[in-house]
């Protein structure tokens, strides 16, 4: 099982980027594939989910509106494309695997522990 991420890197305030998620072995088989972020001094945070079967799509808060999750199966892809990025989106971002979607996933998605394997994250900063 292996999640390998990409596309971090320096932006300004306002700017976009796409972050890329490649899943080989079981990952690609397995049901939540989810977007966190982890900034120093401060826990990991779940940024975005989505789902095989049924593509959806789950997003915090501090996202909705701006950044966007896809995936192509076809290509064992997952992305999260970020838009109007503010200096607090600045954190290591990673791709998870979750290989259960509990009936209550709306609720939980965002718990790390629900996930059973990790990428090894790509730094992204937004500063001017």
């Known amino acids: 099982v292996q999640l390998v991420e990409s596309g971090g890197g320096l932006v300004q305030p306002g700017g976009s980027l796409r972050l890329s998620c490649a899943l080989s072995g079981f990952a690609k088989e397995y049901i939540g594939i989810g977007w966190f972020r982890q900034a120093p001094g401060k826990e990991r945070e779940g940024v975005s989910c989505?789902?095989?079967?049924?593509?959806?799509?789950y997003y915090s808060n501090s996202v909705m509106g701006r950044f966007t999750i896809s995936r192509d199966d076809a290509e064992n892809m997952v992305y999260l494309q970020m838009n109007s990025l503010r200096p607090e989106d600045t954190a290591v971002y990673y791709c998870?695997?979750?290989?259960?979607?509990?009936?209550?996933?709306?609720?939980?998605?965002?718990?790390?522990?629900?996930?059973?394997?990790w990428g090894q994250g790509t730094q992204v900063t937004v500063s001017s």
């Open positions: 989505i789902t095989r079967n049924d593509h959806l799509e």
């Open positions: 998870a695997a979750a290989g259960i979607v509990s009936p209550d996933w709306e609720s939980v998605w965002g718990r790390p522990r629900n996930y059973d394997y």
